[in-house]
């Protein structure tokens, strides 16, 4: 499985971003897709994560700023971002989890400003 995220980039605080997350490959081991992020310094962090069955759960920090959703047609998941904060600014990833282990899309950069 290869994931490829896109739609970071450069916004003020209180802005919003869109994140696409899309997957190429045998899919059908995936059970469930998620968003992490790594600030500078920082370790990687769950954002939040969708099950195959559609049920979201989500980081603290994430709640009622952040939704996560998926196009199952099109084998893509998104991260709507909204209310950013400077804190928020992170490399973020993509991640499918399967039976057979766990894979990782390149990342792509958020950076929020004041």
């Known amino acids: 499985v290869q994931l490829q995220a896109f739609g970071g980039g450069l916004v003020q605080a209180g802005g919003s971003l869109r994140l696409s997350c899309s997957a190429d490959?045998?899919?059908?081991?995936?059970?469930?897709m998620g968003w992490y992020r790594q600030a500078p310094g920082k370790q990687r962090e769950l954002v939040a994560s969708m099950t195959l069955d559609g049920m979201a759960n989500y980081k603290d920090f994430a709640k009622g700023r952040f939704t996560i959703s998926r196009d199952n047609a099109k084998n893509t998941l998104f991260l709507q971002m909204n209310n950013l904060e400077p804190e928020d600014t992170a490399v973020y990833y993509c991640?499918?989890?399967?039976?057979?282990?766990?894979?990782w899309g390149q990342g792509t950069l958020v950076t929020v400003f004041s």
């Open positions: 490959g045998n899919m059908a081991g995936i059970y469930g």
């Open positions: 991640q499918a989890s399967s039976a057979s282990g766990v894979y």
